[in-house]
């Protein structure tokens, strides 16, 4: 089986244990607070996908949340896994959670792979083959005006409530757009920009497997993703990450806020 077919089957099988499990209040745990969580079943669906993975390419590295290995060679084929991205929502809601996965070949994507568990909506994307959602091409949007933007935030409180270098440019740019929307999931929101349902993404803090797998989906759907500053998006560490549905997009959010210039 090739890596690509594999991943779905894997994904598959991991979302069917998903949605019929019922979560215990003794599954869950605290991380570093009371605002980040993991449970039994994070753990679970990584052991798993990481045991379909290696078993069949054991000279591959496996880069996920709940197991990150303490070294990788980022030359080689990596996998960025991500079991459940949004765990607030699967302990909260038990919707609008997703698994993520990322595959590169050094700094060259492969493909992503974003299972929206409760939907059964999976979002694919093969570098040079274009993005998809089950068997539905997907595309972003062609908004590029800033009144006229949907915006999409992983958290509000992390958003907007601390303080961070970014964090006044983001609030700034909420004033201007057309709304702010929250699902709490990067994964998942970075396939509402890949999809066209939302038009630009930021976060001050993600992680490679929150965004490594979904970056492949937008960049196949015609979008590109950043760091908050405009720069690159980094594979390997944490990062801002600001997601937009066109260059064009870039061009006007640089003339209005980096170069100060423009009007709404
Ligand atoms: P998680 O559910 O896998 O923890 C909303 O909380 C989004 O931000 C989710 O995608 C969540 O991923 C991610 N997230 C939560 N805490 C984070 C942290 N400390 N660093 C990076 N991403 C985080
Ligand atoms: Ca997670």
Known sequence: MERFELARDAVIKAGEALRQCHLDKSE????????????YWDRETEQFLRRRILSAFPQDSVVGEEYPPEEHSPSGMTWYLDPIDGTTNFINQHRNYAISVGCWNGGEPLFGMVLDVERQCLYWG??????WRNQTPIHV??????PELLVTTPGIQKTFLEDHPYRDWLIRLARDVRGVRSLGSVALELCEVAAGEADLFAALRSSPWDHNGARIILEEAGGAAYSLDGGPLPLQTKSTVLAVNDEKLMEELRKRYWEGQGEV
């Open 126 to 131: 093969k570098h040079g083959g274009g993005a």
């Open 28 to 39: 869950v745990e605290r991380k570093s607070g009371h605002q980040d969580l993991v449970t």
């Open 141 to 146: 949007s062609d908004r590029n005006r800033i």
